[in-house]
């Protein structure tokens, strides 16, 4: 993700409802049918990929052991469950 920082807002819809502004879409590399995760601090509030926020959860959680084996993004975690799978029926 780009570390670019930039301020943006939306109106909030009846419904609660808000668009994502296009630069904030692109900036979390958030694209059609894909979900966003809300992280609340108190007053604060960020929007991430959730793709990319629960592989950064899965490193975490792994003690940096998914980042030793090379697991860096949501193809490299596809690769490895396929793998996974392949030596299970062997």
Do not use: C, H
Request: aromatic residues 6%.
């Amino acid at each position: 993700m780009d570390s670019t920082t930039f301020v943006n807002d939306a109106r909030v819809m009846s419904k609660g409802q808000v668009t994502i502004p296009k630069n904030v879409r692109a900036a979390l590399g958030i694209d059609t049918g894909d979900r966003v995760t809300f992280i609340v601090d108190g007053t604060n509030v960020r929007i991430v990929n959730s793709a990319v926020y629960a592989l950064m959860r899965f490193q975490e959680q792994m003690g940096g052991q998914a980042e030793k084996a090379g697991i860096m993004s949501e193809e490299d975690v596809a690769e490895w469950i396929t793998a996974s799978r392949r030596e299970e029926r062997s």
